[in-house]
């Protein structure tokens, strides 16, 4: 039977053991994975400058109302001149807008307030449609176009320089040409105005479009 003493030491024998063998596998980690530095981080970035907001407006929707010096808000026809002015056709009469103010124009001999159509020919000549005649444009004057007083211009295409076509309530279209002596001469496509076939409604067809397509008068009602 084995003394005391040599008991004791076979017991711390064991548990010598017994602790090496729980440490082996943490050091054996420890010594296969060498201790890596921390990386470096990277100081933050300046947040750029919030971008300025374009002067102009660009992408944006506003309104041009009276408040603006349109002398109507109902806006019938819009055309932009040769000098990159823009003109409003509406309810009260021709409004032109230079890109700092808008200001009514007046059309002497031309009793229709109304202005229901606006095109600029290749020339840079604004031709005007009202409900009571038409006139034009040039060098800065009114040129009212006699033959057509009393006519409602309800559309105008300009086919080239010096020679367009109007569109009116009365069932006819008008082409009128500027020679290059400046003489005028306004004709009607029809011998007689075009009639409504609508038997409940008859009387003169009201045109109200127009375009050219292959040397042809395409004209809507």
């Not at 084995?2 to 076979?10: D, L, M, R």
């Amino acid at each position: 039977m084995p003394s005391p003493s040599g008991f004791v030491a076979a017991l711390c024998l064991l548990f010598v053991a017994f602790y090496l063998l729980l440490s082996f596998p943490v050091n054996s980690q420890n010594e296969a994975q060498p201790s890596q530095s921390p990386s470096p981080t990277p100081s933050p970035s300046p947040s750029p400058s919030p971008s300025p907001t374009p002067v102009t407006g660009l992408h944006q929707w506003g309104a041009v109302t009276l408040f603006h010096g349109l002398p109507s808000d109902r806006v019938h026809a819009i055309a932009q001149g040769r000098d990159g002015a823009m003109w409003f056709g509406t309810e009260a009469g021709l409004a032109k807008f230079d890109g700092r103010r808008t200001q009514t124009m007046s059309i002497n001999d031309l009793a229709g307030r109304r202005v229901l159509a606006l095109q600029s020919d290749q020339s840079g000549v604004l031709w005007i449609g009202t409900e009571a005649g038409a006139a034009r444009l040039v060098d800065g004057r009114f040129e009212v176009i006699t033959e057509l007083s009393d006519y409602s211009i309800t559309n105008i295409v300009a086919a080239e320089a010096g020679r367009v076509l109007m569109t009116t309530e009365q069932g006819n279209i008008f082409e009128c040409r500027v020679e290059a002596d400046s003489s005028r001469h306004t004709t009607p496509l029809f011998n007689q105005p075009m009639e409504s076939a609508d038997r409940e409604h008859p009387g003169p067809l009201a045109f109200t479009s127009l375009a050219l397509l292959n040397n042809q008068v395409l004209a809507g009602s």
